[in-house]
T-cell receptor, first 111, second 112 residues
């Protein structure tokens, strides 16, 4: 079945770039998403990429998609303490249209 | 435009009690979803709806029922709560089957 994998933790220093990686299994996924969850809050859509794109840039965020390897990454430039959160990678799963989520990567930003 | 709202925000139940979680969206979306989030498990789909009057089972439907009597509302019911249903419940909605899902703020449920 569909599966989305991501590393659980990432720690960076303020001002550095953060790269969060994700692998997925469903090659038919049309959209791939990155959501951000701050402590005690809901999921905020950060960005998404259509499957026929290799890269998408949105201000400090860069999404790279390697369809051959089924690998998705999110790069946050000039990481700030306000970026500390859990980041979820997700793909659209099968005929139900629901999102298949990874377990989330907890990003910690040290001053 | 409030987006997706959920009530209540937090609830404590005793084992065997029942309750209903309400999700409302004002974006005229056809599709609505209920997920649960557990530590180390990510989010998993409980039930979903592709339109008013329709519901379908997701990945973890046991112990839950849903109803979609109005397009803007999607209710999640627990008939007899169990400690295993302690979780954070998120509702989401989307315009179409393969389109961006927007999430509510979540409901924290503790079953003792």
């Amino acid at each position: 079945g569909e599966d989305v994998e991501q590393s659980l933790f990432l720690s960076v220093r303020e001002g550095d770039s953060s790269v969060i990686n994700c692998t997925y299994t469903d090659s038919s996924s049309t959209y791939l998403y990155w959501y951000k969850q701050e402590p005690g809050a809901g999921l905020q859509l950060l960005t998404y990429i259509f499957s026929n794109m290799d890269m998408k840039q949105d201000q400090r965020l860069t999404v790279l998609l390697n369809k051959k390897d089924k690998h998705l990454s999110l790069r946050i430039a000039d990481t700030q303490t306000g970026d500390s959160a859990i980041y979820f990678c997700a793909e659209i799963g099968g005929s139900q249209g629901n999102l298949i989520f990874g377990k989330g990567t907890k990003l910690s930003v040290k001053p | 435009n409030a987006g997706v709202t959920q009530t209540p925000k937090f609830r404590v139940l005793k084992t065997g009690q029942s309750m209903t979680l309400l999700c409302a969206q004002d974006m005229n979306h056809e599709y609505m979803y209920w997920y649960r989030q557990d530590p180390g498990m990510g989010l998993r789909l409980i039930h979903y709806s592709v339109g008013e009057g329709t519901t379908a089972k997701g990945e973890v439907p046991d112990g839950y029922n849903v109803s979609r009597l109005k397009k803007q509302n999607f209710l999640l019911g627990l008939e007899s709560a169990a400690p295993s249903q302690t979780s954070v419940y998120f509702c989401a909605s989307s315009y179409a089957l393969v389109s961006t899902q927007y999430f509510g703020p979540g409901t924290r449920l503790l079953v003792l």
